[in-house]
C-alpha cells in the first residue's frame, strides 16, 4: 500500500459486522474513514435480525462506540442512492468498501401469502428490534423454516406472548438451524412439526389468515445440498389453524 493511499479517505457503506470490521482495521491502519448507514444504529443483522435475549444491545453499543473512538465517523439515516448518491462517495473518497448486508427474505411462493397476516421471518425480526409496535400476544404463529432465523422467530414471537409453532419439510437431522438452538426452543415448549410443507394460506371472507395448508413429505435421494430432497405424499393435505404465519 502506498503512502498516498494511505493518505485517501475511506468509506464504508453500511455498519453491519462486515462493515464495521472494515472501518475498525483501516482505521488502525491511518486511513480517515466514514461509515454511511441507512439505519438509526449500528449492528446491521446483528442489530435487526438477532433476538435481543441472545445479543443485547449495550454489546453492540460498546463496540460502536469503540470505533467512533478511533476517530471514525458515522452517518446515520443516509441511504446511499437516495440520501447520498454513489457518485458523491465517488467524488470525496478515494476507496469505497460495500458492506449493504442482506435483510431481505424470501416468498414462499404459495397462494394466498399476499396480504396482512404473512410476513417475512427478517423483516418480524427487524421490527421487533427496532421496536416497531407487533401484538402476537395470544395468536397462533406459525413459522415455516429450519433454520437459525426459524428457531429466532419462534423464541421471539413465544417470549411475547404467542403460541408458535415450526413446521420443517425435513427432519430434525438436515436442520441447518444450530444443534444448541434446536434443544432450546424445544425446550421452551415450542413444537416442531417436521416433515410438512406450506401449499397455501387459507384466508376467511374477510381476509384475515385463518390457517395454512401443508402436505406431509418424505425424503427421497439426496439433492444439489447433500441433503435428501423432500418429497410430497400424495393425499396428504392438512390445515393448520393459525393467525400469522412466518416464512424462514
Known sequence: TTQRTRRGKCAVWGSGPAG??????MSRRGYPVSIVEASGKSGGMLRYGIPIYRLPGDILDAEVAAIAA??????????????????????????????????EGWNLGIPG????GVMNAVEFLNKVNAGDSIDVKGKKVLIIGGGNSAVDASRVSWRMGAASEIIYRRTREEMPAEEEEIDDTLAEGVNIQYLTAPVEIIRGADGKVTGLKGIKMELGEPD??????????????FVIDCDLVLPA
Do not use: C, Q, T
Request: hydrophobic letters at 35%.
Open 113 to 116: 401469502e399476499e396480504g396482512e
Open 224 to 237: 444439489d445440498s447433500g441433503r435428501r430432497r423432500p418429497e410430497p405424499v400424495e393425499g396428504s393435505e
Open 20 to 25: 464495521r470490521a472494515a472501518a475498525f482495521l
Open 70 to 103: 478511533l476517530g471514525v465517523d458515522i452517518k446515520y439515516g443516509a441511504r446511499v442512492g437516495g440520501d447520498v448518491s454513489m457518485d458523491d462517495l465517488k467524488k470525496d473518497f478515494e476507496a469505497i468498501y460495500l458492506a449493504i448486508g442482506a435483510h
